[in-house]
DNA sequence: AAATTTTATGAATCAGTATTCAAATATATT
DNA sequence: AATATATTTGAATACTGATTCATAAAATTT
C-alpha cells in the first residue's frame, strides 16, 4: 500500500482559485493549475472529476464557510439585529480580505454555477434564508423599516458588498478594505443622506 | 451596384444578447446568434470582427445610452441632487425593464469586457464620473454625509442595483421592478435603519 | 528484494466551435 | 438582357484545450 503524500486535494483547489480569478473560470487552462499546483494533468482528474467541478467546489468550501459564520452571529443572543447586521458585513470582509483571488472568483463566475439547474450548490440557499431572517426579526422588532421587502433588501446589499469586493480584487489601492467597510456600515445604518 | 436590405446590423446584434443572456457568452454558438438573427454564419463576420466584438458593442451601446440619459439628467438645474440620484435609478430600471435579456448580459458578462485591457468600453468611465460628480455636489452642498467616500458609495449601489436586476432577469416574478426600484430608493434616501 | 498495490504522469486523443473564403445570389447599371 | 458590383452563404478549415489511459513511479507488504 502506498499512501498519499503532502495535501493534493488542497494544492489544486488553491491554485485552481488562483487561475480561475487571473484568467476567468473559461480562460483557465487545466494545464495551468496542474502547473500551479505541482501536479500532473492526470491528477486533477484523480481528486475531481472534471473542471466544472473544480468551480463547484470552490463555491461550496466557501458558502459553507458563510454558512458557519453566519449560524454562530445569528445564534448569539446578547447581539441586537443592528449589530448582528453589523458583523454579517465583518463575516464577508474577513473572508474575502485574506483572499482576494477567492474574492474575484466569487463576484466574476457565480452566475455559471447558480446557471446550472444541474449543481445544487450546498449552504448557499442556508446562508440566504439565515440572512433574511435576521433582517425580518429586526422589522419585527421595530429597528428596521417594515416597508421594506426582505429579499430585496438581501440583493440590494450582498450585491453592493460584491461590486465593492470586485473593485478590490481588481484594484486594491482604489479604495482601502476597511473604508470600504465602514461606508458600507454607514450607509446601512444611517443611510446615504445626512441628517442633522 | 446592390443594396442592403433591412437592418441586419441591429438583428444580429439583438440576436447576440438573446443567447449571450440565455447560454452565457462562452456558451453562446455563432451559429444560434445566426439563426436567431435569420442570417448566414459568414454574414455575422460581415457586421462584427467577431465573437468579442458582438459582446463589446452590446456594452457600448449600453453605456452610451445610459450616459446620455445621466448626462440630461445631471444638466438638470431645477433638481436636487437628492432628486437626480432618485432619477439616476429610474434611468438603470428604465433601460433593462424594457429588455430583461440586457440585464441579464450586463450583469453577468460586463467583467469579460472589463478584463481585457485591448478593450475600452467607451462611455463607461464617463458615466461613472459624472454619477461621482453627482454625489460629491451632494456633500459639498449638504445633503450627503460628507464622510462617505464617493467611489465607494457609487460601487455599493450601483453593485446593488446590478444584484437585484439579476435576480429580476432570472426570476422575474420573485420580486416585482417597482418595488426593487421603491426599496433601493428607501434605502439610499432613508437608510436601512428605521428611525421614528 | 520481489511482489503487490496505490498513486502519479503526460502524450495522444477527441470533440466542439469560431472563423474563413470560394462560390452563389441579388440588385443596379448600361 | 448582359454586365458589373455588392451582398450573402455555409461547408470546410483550423485550432484549442479538456479528458483519457497505458505506463511509470513510489510506498508498503511478504
Known sequence: MRVKTGNK???????????????????????????????????LYLYYVNKEDLLVKVFENLWKSLYNELEALANRVDFSVTEKLDHLID?????????????????????????NPEVQVMYYHDFMSKA????????????????????????????????????WALEPRLIP??????????VIKNGLIHKN
Chains 1, 2 share one sequence.
Open 91 to 115: 463575516v464577508f470582509f474577513d473572508i474575502f480580505s485574506s483572499n482576494s483571488d477567492l474574492a474575484t472568483v466569487f463576484v466574476n463566475e457565480q452566475h455559471l454555477v447558480m446557471r
Open 132 to 167: 433574511e431572517l435576521i433582517i425580518y426579526d429586526g422589522q419585527k422588532g421595530g429597528s428596521i423599516n417594515p416597508n421594506l421587502n426582505v429579499k430585496a433588501l438581501r440583493f440590494f446589499i450582498l450585491g453592493g458588498i460584491r461590486n465593492l469586493l470586485e473593485v
Open 9 to 43: 486535494e488542497k494544492d489544486i483547489l488553491e491554485a485552481a482559485i488562483r487561475v480561475f480569478a487571473k484568467n476567468g473560470y473559461h480562460g483557465a487552462k487545466m494545464a495551468k493549475i496542474a502547473e500551479e499546483s505541482n501536479v500532473s494533468i492526470g491528477t
Open 177 to 186: 478594505l476597511p473604508i470600504m467597510r465602514n461606508n458600507i456600515k454607514t
